[in-house]
């Protein structure tokens, strides 16, 4: 699963903004525009994390810290669309183009919102919001945006797969903490996908192990491997 938070940043509101996607200081993306809304702000944001990771087929799981996207994206949007992109009382839909691509962006992908309460101190959101108010700043001041360097996993370099037989998962969950079936010596190296294909007996007894060192299991497997 993708974990990622996504938040925007209006001075003014309207006014100079921005919005920001953020996976952790290697996998983040901002931009913003020189007059915007703080809701245009959070949109985008989602809608850029979507695009990054179009060509991923991984759950995304989006922090979000805005109820307003989360609403619109998970219980409005349908009914909108039902009734032509317009509201219970008629009226036009707010930032329909950008919805609308949300919409399409949305189609097929595996995805849950999670809400964060803002400014709180969540590592994830007070990045994206860190990195959205940067670039609404850089607007109002005139100077360079600070953009990020985008989706950095499974991309860029090549990407490779491969898979183990039974006789290699039993391996690797029997393994201990010195056995691990490769030696990684240089932990900034671009990340490669691995597809193990687990029995349900397999999986449980992973699930077991993970649970036992509190961590996930993907985390758990990773580290082993």
Sequence with gaps: MIIAAADGSALGNPGPAGWAWYVDDDC??????????NNQGELKAVLELLRATAHIDDDLLVLCDSQYVINAVT??????KRKGWRKADGKPVMNLDLLQELDE??????????????HVGHPLNEAADERARAVAEAFQRGAAVPSGPGWTRN????TESASFDAADVDAILDAGPDDALFAI???????????????????NRLVQRARAEGVSPEEFLRGLI
């Excluded at 219980?75 to 909108?80: A, I, L, S, T």
């Excluded at 991309?155 to 090549?158: N, R, S």
Aim: a negative charge.
């Design 28 to 37: 983040w993306d901002a931009g913003g525009w020189k007059h915007a809304t």
């Design 75 to 80: 219980k409005w949007m349908p009914g909108w």
């Design 105 to 118: 962006a949305l189609a097929g992908r595996r995805f849950q919102f999670e809400w964060v309460k803002g």
């Design 155 to 158: 991309g860029g370099a090549a």
């Design 185 to 203: 010596d240089d932990l900034s190296a671009a990340w490669h996908t691995l597809t193990v294909e687990l029995s349900t007996e397999e999986h």
